[in-house]
């Protein structure tokens, strides 16, 4: 299986659309907010819902994304990604296997991988994915997770093992990452953040999207 020499995919603000937040507002309304607002990649995840209401939610939030140039990914789900015509998948360590994602999905798909472990590290470096996401570097409330928070030490420990392997591969953090946090967690070795309640449980969404996305790039700009 090849793997890409090529980045095809800004992951400087991974704005994920979890089901959860349709209280706030329909799910596509959120993405295209964040989308016009600067987040550079739109995700979507959703723990409980059906295929087919899955299907239905991705087929809506790419079609208002459409026209915007910002890429849109399934999480968790190759399956649904094809039927709705997403961009590409992100997968977890649960998840259909990388090299298998390729191969239905296409080389043209974007596909990223959530990396907690060493061996996580060292899998995402030789696998043929587009970006990897390191976490949970914090402490959050958006989801369940068993495992203990790698923190920044952490992040700077699998981001050195993943750049050894893949040197230009895109690495973003995800989880308790709120705005104080991004100049730590940029320093540490991340290419860009992974966020949800920050953005869309904000009072205004716009302005939080267009202040994680000026804080990613300040960060990154310092870091150069």
């Known amino acids: 299986m090849t793997i890409p020499n090529t980045i095809k995919v800004d992951d400087r603000l991974n704005a994920i659309v979890d089901a959860s937040l349709a209280d706030i507002a329909p799910l596509p309304e959120l993405a295209l907010a964040a989308a016009r607002h600067g987040a550079t990649l739109i995700q979507y995840r959703d723990k409980t819902a059906s295929t087919r209401v899955m299907v239905e939610r991705a087929v809506a939030i790419r079609a208002a994304l459409a026209g915007t140039g910002v890429a849109f990914v399934v999480n968790d789900r190759v399956d649904v990604a094809l039927a709705a015509g997403a961009d590409g998948v992100h997968l977890g360590a649960d998840d259909m296997d990388a090299p298998t994602a390729r191969r239905l999905l296409g080389d043209a798909a974007i596909i990223g991988l959530t990396v907690k472990t060493p061996a996580d590290a060292a899998r995402a470096g030789r696998a043929p994915i587009d ?12 989801k369940v997770n068993p495992d203990p928070p790698v923190g920044l030490d952490g992040l700077r420990a699998l981001r050195g093992t993943i750049r050894r392997l893949r040197p230009d591969m895109p690495v973003s953090a995800i989880a308790g990452i709120d705005l104080s946090r991004v100049p730590d967690v940029i320093a540490a070795g991340a290419d860009g953040v992974a966020v949800i309640s920050a953005i869309f449980r904000a009072s205004d969404i716009a302005g939080a999207t267009t202040a994680f996305r000026t804080a990613v790039d300040a960060a990154l700009e310092g870091r150069a």
């Open 131 to 142: 970006y990897a996401c390191i976490g949970g570097v914090f402490e959050t409330l958006s």
